[in-house]
T-cell receptor, first 113, second 112 residues
Framework: NAGVTQTPKFQVLKTGQSMTLQCAQD?????MSWYRQDPGMGLRLIHY???????DQGEVPNGYNVSRSTTEDFPLRLLSAAPSQTSVYFC????????????FGEGSRLTVL | GENVEQHPSTLSVQEGDSAVIKCTYS??????FPWYKQELGKGPQLIID?????GEKKDQRIAVTLNKTAKHFSLHITETQPEDSAVYFC???????????FGEGTQLTVNP
């Protein structure tokens, strides 16, 4: 099984550019989420979705957009990249919305110059 | 919202020794406490979890304890091995919400 697949693994952007981080899961999970990981700050929730057509903001949503048109896909969009968005981004999914193990992708390292 | 603090940020032990990582949480309504292990270049992976109706849970060399009164929980790894070297994250969540709040992470190094 592929599990949670993130693309790209590495990306370098210039300030002001836009891009989309892709996330797909093949486990029929209801819940999907995006985290960013920064040194000394753990994993912080950006946006999450409890099902197709439903999204909500997490802890640090500013500068990011998401959509959930299908159960499988949950892309994260940066409309105008800023150096503060330099980070490692993880997509995670789980079967249930209130309990259950989170399955993480392998991460996408983004550098904004 | 929930706030989870994790200590220490780095921990170095000799192979065969025990390692303990501690976390405190702020919201007394939290009742699910997982621990994740992140190996270099990989995403975090669940290694053990505990719910608030249980005080301790063991799985081979790892165990988690929970003190609801004091609002803290700990990860214990016995007989550490070099492959235990990784970043460990604690987390907390309420039943009524779907948001999982993570601690800052602990870099564990097991020296051969």
């Amino acid at each position: 099984n592929a599990g949670v697949t993130q693309t790209p693994k590495f990306q370098v952007l210039k300030t002001g550019q836009s891009m989309t981080l892709q996330c797909a899961q093949d486990m029929n999970h209801e819940y999907m989420s995006w985290y960013r990981q920064d040194p000394g700050m753990g994993l912080r929730l950006i946006h999450y979705s409890v099902g197709a057509g439903i999204t909500d903001q997490g802890e640090v949503p500013n500068g990011y957009n998401v959509s959930r048109s299908t159960t499988e896909d949950f892309p994260l969009r940066l409309l105008s990249a800023a150096p503060s968005q330099t980070s490692v981004y993880f997509c995670a999914s789980s079967y249930g919305t209130k309990t259950g193990e989170l399955f993480f992708g392998e991460g996408s390292r983004l550098t904004v110059l | 919202g929930e706030n989870v603090e994790q200590h220490p940020s780095t921990l170095s032990v000799q192979e065969g020794d025990s390692a303990v990582i501690k976390c405190t949480y702020s919201d007394s309504a939290s009742n699910y406490f997982p621990w994740y292990k992140q190996e270099l270049g990989k995403g975090p992976q669940l290694i053990i979890d505990i719910r608030s109706n249980v005080g301790e849970k063991k799985d081979q060399r790892i165990a988690v304890t929970l003190n609801k009164t004091a609002k803290h929980f700990s990860l214990h790894i016995t007989e550490t091995q070099p492959e235990d070297s990784a970043v460990y994250f604690c987390a907390a969540r309420k039943t009524s919400g779907s948001r999982l709040t993570f601690g800052e992470g602990t870099q564990l190094t097991v020296n051969p």
